[in-house]
């Protein structure tokens, strides 16, 4: 619950659609199957058995921690969303008739204990709004029916998603809050694109684990694709038919593209001059103060400024920190054009994955979401259109789940250690058929 609510609360901070970014890494996606959804944290036993490991530990226990304030905090970040949309249209709490939608601590339940919708109410109360709670499966003297709710209610907050609620329409006049994604479907645009036209494609950084299996898919489905990369030994070795690299069928496919003259190989930036999209597979690192270190792109930008021309697209690929891509368009020439479309795949498995995996595409301009749909066409994948930032963001999203993920279990395998206890056994008993375990 924990990772997922942080995300939430990074994306409203930043006008972005949680949801929306959310669908668009789950879509298809096997290794984010488990990715989580926002929403108040379920059941009344589990902020204060959390506490309790917290304290059988000694309170080292820093992701619980950590996890509770972003958890019990969700109610004030669902108020202060509600208090940027309102002064967006001039309005504040003061008299605004409020209604909860869902009491319950989680739905299917008629159990209100140590439910966050209360504190929802009584944040709410606080700002001075008039406030009304309804619940499809509790009956308390002051809740009000559903439809009286919906009736009076200027500003509707989900306060528990209750299966009955999933088709209501909610009027577009009616402010809508709902961290947990029932409301409204989440807007994605879906399609696989027709394969139309072939590309001439440089790949910068493209003798390394993103780029070349990239390069080589792209060279085997038809595009005529240009290795640029300044390691000259690495290039004279992958030209004469070594792959440098672990990958299942990568050396066979390297043998296939260089018979087939669609790819070659160059340390010069200034092949990318012919080419219709230049893929950049160098991301933002980070500096010593741990903050995202632009000059490495930058200084990347400056080389390739020169050799560019208008109609091309600077197709985005590694890692960014958002808000990058519009700040390399912004120092561009004009005419380029800038994509991110970031990539999502296994060491060692690329080539499968990038025939299998959906893949998320954005653009600066139609220019560009239209030569990263010819890019992609000839792979057959679904394509998932976003915006640059939403792009960028989704990204980080997905790495830092699956980091935090790693960082649980290690956490526990450290109080476990600690305590003298095997943390595998212990594990293999919480998981034994046990699905909210798996």
């Known amino acids: ?40 944290t379920a059941g009344p036993r589990l902020y204060q058995d959390m506490m309790q490991l917290s304290a059988y530990c000694r309170h080292t226990f820093s992701l619980g921690n950590a996890a509770m304030l972003v958890n019990e905090t969700m109610p004030d970040c669902l108020v202060e969303q509600a208090r940027q949309k309102l002064a967006e249209c001039g309005r504040n709490f003061k008299g605004l008739k409020c209604g909860i939608l869902g009491m319950a601590f989680k739905p299917g339940s008629d159990d209100c204990s140590h439910s966050l ?8 109360l606080r700002e001075g709004a008039e406030v009304s709670c309804s619940d499809a499966c509790v009956g308390e003297a002051d809740f009000v029916s559903q439809e009286k709710l919906l009736e009076a209610s200027e500003a509707v907050f989900i306060g ?32 696989k694109a027709q394969c139309e036209k072939f590309l001439r494609v440089a790949v910068v950084g493209g003798a390394g684990h993103v780029g070349l299996p990239l390069s080589l898919v792209l060279a085997d489905r038809g595009h005529t694709v240009v290795v640029v990369d300044k390691d000259a030994a690495k290039i004279e070795s992958i030209q004469g038919g070594k792959f440098p690299f ?25 092949e990318v001059s012919s080419c219709d999209v230049i893929i950049v597979t160098i991301g933002t690192p980070v500096n010593e103060h741990l903050n995202p270190c632009f000059s490495v792109v930058q200084a990347c930008m400056e080389e390739l400024a020169p050799n560019l021309r208008k109609g091309q697209t600077l197709l985005l690929r590694s890692t960014l920190f958002p808000g990058t891509s519009s700040r390399v368009l912004a120092g561009l ?22 025939t299998d995996l959906p893949q998320i595409i954005s653009g600066s301009d139609g220019e560009a979401l239209d030569h990263a749909k010819a890019l992609f066409a ?27 993920a790693f960082g649980i279990a290690n956490q ?9 206890l095997n943390f595998d056994r212990l594990r293999a008993a919480i998981v034994h058929r046990y699905p909210r375990a798996a």
């Open 412 to 420: 526990f395998y450290h109080i476990a250690t600690s305590k003298g």
């Open 246 to 270: 672990l990958e299942d069928g990568g050396p066979e496919l390297l043998l296939r593209c260089l018979d087939s003259k669609q790819i070659s190989f160059t340390t010069s930036v200034a």
């Open 160 to 191: 528990c998603p209750h299966a009955e609620y999933k088709n209501i329409s909610f009027p577009n006049h009616q402010f809508l809050f709902d961290c947990w994604g029932l409301a409204r479907k989440p807007e994605i645009t879906v399609f």
């Open 1 to 40: 619950f924990g990772t997922a609510n942080q995300f939430y609360h990074i994306a409203v901070s930043k006008g972005l659609d949680f949801d929306k970014i959310r669908s668009a890494i789950i879509h298809r996606y096997q290794r984010a199957a488990d990715f989580p959804r926002s929403g108040f």
């Open 378 to 404: 000839p792979l057959s994948v679904d394509l998932i259109e976003l915006n640059l930032q939403e792009a960028e963001v989704a990204k980080l999203f997905l790495n830092s789940w699956r980091y935090v």
């Open 117 to 124: 919708a209360f504190k929802l109410r009584e944040l709410l």
């Open 333 to 354: 020439p004009p005419g380029i054009s800038v994509s991110f479309c970031p990539e999502r795949i296994a060491q060692g498995k690329a080539l499968e994955e990038l």
